[in-house]
């Protein structure tokens, strides 16, 4: 026990206490939440295990544009090379050490490090260090390069040494989001809410939807997710039925969190109905911006899909929605929301900006608001983890796989 009352979990055997001490079933003890000695131990043997989506290629169009995906105190630059493959390089200079961008997104011909300018070329190679001896050896000094994986327009990379496999992910997002055309969509917004929480909770928050209809009334509105099963079961099947009038077949996948095949990436992917007459998600479930992909119409459906734990999207027929969580610090994380619409859309011709926005800028917020709530809760003394409803299977199951890998050795 820790001075201030708190248990340490500086050891081995101090952490298998407290994952043998949990309730099945129930929310997670407070120190998973609240000690600081848990943090890099998340990032280093669950978070840092798996792919995250650094965002949507159409951020980086031509050779030399570079944006930033910066999660657990890490910094990576992703930039298409002058050869047309986009790469992960840490922003870490082969000198001494410094940052190399600073700007969070832009376009480099070659990138210079600002202390004492060693330059490097797109794909991470040295071109020039000032003053080296003769005997230097440029060629092994090239910026570290980290996986990298371009999946259906979706920027994906993986921080382990033999990241996971990418066969049931490219096979649920072809599928899934073949037919939605994201690989030749753009982004049309991008907004970052900071939330004072751990990063847990806000994934907690996202996979379930107990908290939809007190907290997001705009959201319940529209989609049927809620609905008791057996009529949720006939939404879906109409909703199926448009779908395949329309010559497009998706189908559910769940291969996620416990559930993963062996050395694959978790991947999920659902169709949820929307209420009739529903068509997106919008203020009044009218159509937002023009068709995307396949659809030529409007089948009341959404479709869901996770990639590992922290990348969640969801399609409409018109636009699309990409949820990104980056951890910054132990109580502190970031939700990067990301509008996707088709390539060729216009703002102003074919989309307002505003009404594409509106629903999930207004959802983002009040989910901002419920989760710093949750770790107030969380971190005071009078907390204790209650059980789950049946509507939160995906936190419980999130939260076994978490526990699960949090126990094993680390994944570098
Ligand atoms: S640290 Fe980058 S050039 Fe010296
Ligand atoms: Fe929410």
Redesign the pocket.
């Known amino acids: 026990m820790a001075d201030d009352g708190k248990v340490s979990l500086a050891s081995d055997g101090a952490l298998a206490r407290l994952i043998a001490r949990q309730t099945p079933g129930h929310a997670l003890e407070r120190e998973f939440y609240d000690a600081p000695e848990l943090y890099p131990r998340d990032m280093r043997h669950f978070f840092m295990r798996h792919w995250l989506c650094a965002g949507h290629a159409s951020r980086v169009p031509t050779p030399g544009d570079y944006f930033l995906y910066e999660p657990a105190g890490e910094s990576i630059i992703v930039v298409r090379g002058q050869d047309g493959k986009v790469r992960a390089l840490a922003n870490v200079?082969r000198?001494?050490?410094?940052r190399?961008c600073r700007e969070g997104e832009g376009h480099a011909k070659v990138f210079i490090?600002p202390?004492?300018?060693?330059a490097y070329n797109l794909d991470g190679t040295l071109r020039a260090a000032r003053h080296m001896p003769g005997d230097f050896d440029g060629a092994v000094h090239g910026l570290k390069e980290i996986a990298l994986a371009v999946v259906e327009g979706l920027i994906f990379v993986s921080f382990a040494a033999n990241p996971l496999a990418l066969n049931e992910v490219r096979r649920t997002l072809a599928q899934g989001y073949g037919p939605h055309g994201w690989a030749d969509a753009r982004v049309a917004h991008r907004a970052r809410y900071t939330i004072d929480a751990n990063w847990k909770l806000a994934v907690e928050n996202y996979v379930e939807c107990y908290h939809c209809a007190p907290a997001h009334p705009e959201y319940s509105r529209l989609h049927a997710n809620e609905q008791p099963r057996s009529k949720l079961a006939a939404m879906t099947a109409e909703m199926e039925r448009r779908a395949g009038a329309l010559g497009i077949a998706i189908e559910n996948h769940d291969h996620w969190a416990l559930d993963a095949a062996p050395g694959e990436e978790a991947v999920y992917c659902v169709r949820y109905p929307m209420y009739e007459g529903k068509r997106s998600g919008s203020n009044d479930g009218g159509p937002v911006a023009p068709l995307m992909g396949a659809f030529k119409d409007y089948d009341s459906g959404s479709t869901f899909i996770h990639v590992g734990p922290a990348s969640f999207f969801l399609a409409y027929p018109d636009h699309g929605v990409m949820y990104l969580f980056v951890p910054k610090s132990l109580h502190s994380c970031e939700m990067e929301v990301v509008w996707l619409v088709r390539g060729d859309a216009a703002e102003g011709r074919d989309y307002d900006r505003e009404r594409l926005i509106w629903l999930w800028d207004i959802t983002s917020a009040a989910d901002k608001r419920i989760i710093e709530d949750n770790q107030k809760g969380v971190s005071s003394m009078y907390y204790e983890p209650g059980p789950y409803a049946p509507m939160e299977i995906n936190c419980r199951r999130f939260l076994a796989w978490y526990l699960k890998e949090l126990a094993a050795p680390p994944a570098r």
Do not use: K, L, P
């Open positions: 200079c000198h001494r050490g410094s190399i490090c202390y004492h300018a060693w």
